[in-house]
């Protein structure tokens, strides 16, 4: 499964994988594949270093990436305290009593919540960059457009790549004008942030608006059949996030989730605004229905959101209050059924790719004669 992105990276098969899991990322470029790791909840820089350092003892010498979420333009001086005091307190308010609705138990005295996304703010973005360019991370990609052009010059400077997210033609062509490497054409299928054009639309889209810039086809992608249709596209290579999750070395905080994601079908997930304050899609739980009831107050934008729910989605994951237990994912969590390891997932996928290609030129073969 070579294409010349593949080649340029050094590995053997197009497969970039995003994860938050350091031991999937691993175990993702010991496969021969890419494995990305997610920063986004790294709040201290130590943290992020001791994980990279891990990365570096289990990789095998092979390459791999971070991916971080950093806004495109720098805003100086704004302090997670700042935007905390910019929380309503009606909003406040509102998680309170959906929690009390579901009887969620408080958090320990003194114990913290364990899922801050502060990684959305740049200045802890920054921080993690400061760490990343002391290891051998070879792609830097960033999950809200191309990050400031201070940083691509950068991660230039250290020899890495640079990969942003699009979810429309016109997103990749700003990616291209801000000298991006490589362009991830994001279909609305694909968990997390996601826009409205399916990736059978935008894939060949992007790769027409962005070429020769190289262009990896996302979004409900879990198949080599659905790789095999990313490259017939025009991708030079496919990026998967969700089909991750249930692998065994996936570091899931609970059994229940787990078994919610091995239970649910492709239409049991909802692009909402819950989690982040950006439309992200994820499992369909009375929380997302709690946000997108007209007598609530709705969400807030990022990163409010973000600050405004984190304790919440502490407590419903430490306690697995399951009506209310979910995660970002993709519709193609209707495939994710069983739980398997990153390398049997990556032989599935490669021996579908093979199958796809040989009925295609079968097709084709009959065509000729």
Same mark, same amino acid.
């Given at each position: 499964?070579?294409?010349?992105?593949?080649?340029?990276?050094?590995?053997?098969?197009?497969?970039?994988?995003?994860?938050?899991?350091?031991?999937?990322?691993?175990?993702?470029?010991?496969?021969?594949?890419?494995?990305?790791?997610?920063?986004?909840?790294?709040?201290?820089?130590?943290?992020?270093?001791?994980?990279?350092?891990?990365?570096?003892?289990?990789?095998?010498?092979?390459?791999?990436?971070?991916?971080?979420? &950093?806004?495109?333009?720098?805003?100086?001086?704004?302090?997670?305290?700042?935007?905390?005091? &910019?929380?309503?307190?009606?909003?406040?308010?509102?998680?309170?009593?959906?929690?009390?609705?579901?009887?969620? #138990?408080?958090?320990?005295?003194?114990?913290? +919540?364990?899922?801050?996304?502060?990684?959305?703010?740049?200045?802890?973005?920054?921080? %993690?960059?400061?760490?990343?360019?002391?290891?051998?991370?070879?792609?830097?990609?960033?999950?809200?457009?191309?990050?400031?052009?201070?940083?691509?010059?950068?991660?230039?400077?250290?020899?890495?790549?640079?990969?942003?997210?699009?979810?429309?033609?016109?997103?990749?062509?700003?990616?291209?004008?801000?000298?991006?490497?490589?362009?991830?054409?994001?279909?609305?299928?694909?968990?997390?942030?996601?826009?409205?054009?399916? +990736?059978?639309?935008?894939?060949?889209?992007?790769?027409?608006?962005?070429?020769?810039?190289?262009?990896?086809?996302?979004?409900?992608?879990?198949?080599?059949?659905?790789?095999?249709?990313?490259?017939?596209?025009?991708?030079?290579?496919?990026?998967?996030?969700?089909?991750?999750?249930?692998?065994?070395?996936?570091?899931?905080?609970?059994?229940?989730?787990?078994?919610?994601?091995?239970?649910?079908?492709?239409?049991?997930?909802?692009?909402?605004?819950?989690?982040?304050?950006? #439309?992200?899609?994820?499992?369909?739980?009375?929380?997302?229905?709690?946000?997108?009831?007209?007598?609530?107050?709705?969400?807030?934008?990022?990163?409010?959101?973000?600050?405004?729910?984190?304790?919440?989605?502490?407590?419903? %994951?430490?306690?697995?209050?399951?009506?209310?237990?979910?995660?970002?994912?993709?519709?193609?969590?209707?495939?994710?059924?069983?739980?398997?390891?990153?390398? %049997?997932?990556?032989?599935?996928?490669?021996?579908?790719?093979?199958?796809?290609?040989?009925?295609?030129?079968?097709?084709?073969?009959?065509?000729?004669?």
């Amino acid at each position: 499964m070579e294409t010349e992105l593949s080649r340029t990276l050094g590995i053997e098969h197009a497969i970039f994988g995003f994860t938050p899991f350091p031991a999937v990322a691993a175990a993702l470029s010991r496969a021969g594949c890419f494995g990305v790791l997610g920063a986004v909840r790294y709040t201290a820089p130590d943290d992020l270093a001791r994980d990279l350092d891990w990365m570096q003892e289990h990789t095998g010498g092979r390459p791999y990436g971070l991916d971080v979420v &950093m806004p495109a333009k720098k805003v100086e001086g704004v302090t997670e305290a700042d935007v905390e005091a &910019m929380i309503p307190a009606g909003h406040r308010e509102y998680v309170r009593s959906v929690l009390a609705k579901h009887g969620v #138990p408080e958090l320990a005295e003194g114990e913290a +919540s364990g899922w801050r996304i502060t990684g959305w703010m740049e200045e802890v973005a920054r921080s %993690q960059l400061d760490v990343a360019f002391d290891y051998s991370v070879k792609l830097l990609a960033n999950a809200l457009g191309s990050p400031p052009p201070d940083v691509v010059a950068r991660a230039h400077e250290h020899g890495v790549l640079v990969a942003a997210l699009a979810g429309s033609a016109h997103h990749a062509r700003r990616h291209a004008e801000a000298g991006i490497d490589i362009v991830v054409a994001q279909g609305y299928e694909a968990g997390g942030h996601t826009g409205e054009i399916a +990736s059978m639309v935008l894939t060949p889209e992007v790769v027409d608006a962005v070429s020769p810039l190289p262009v990896l086809a996302a979004g409900g992608i879990g198949s080599g059949e659905q790789i095999a249709a990313g490259l017939a596209l025009g991708a030079q290579g496919v990026w998967l996030g969700s089909i991750w999750l249930t692998t065994t070395e996936a570091e899931l905080h609970s059994r229940a989730l787990t078994a919610k994601l091995l239970a649910a079908g492709s239409g049991d997930t909802v692009r909402s605004r819950a989690l982040t304050g950006k #439309p992200a899609r994820q499992l369909r739980t009375e929380w997302t229905d709690a946000w997108e009831d007209p007598a609530g107050p709705g969400p807030l934008p990022m990163p409010l959101q973000g600050l405004l729910v984190a304790e919440a989605v502490s407590r419903i %994951q430490k306690y697995e209050v399951d009506p209310l237990l979910g995660t970002p994912v993709g519709q193609i969590v209707g495939r994710m059924n069983s739980e398997r390891s990153v390398r %049997q997932v990556v032989d599935e996928l490669t021996r579908g790719f093979e199958k796809a290609v040989d009925r295609i030129n079968r097709i084709a073969g009959r065509g000729r004669g």
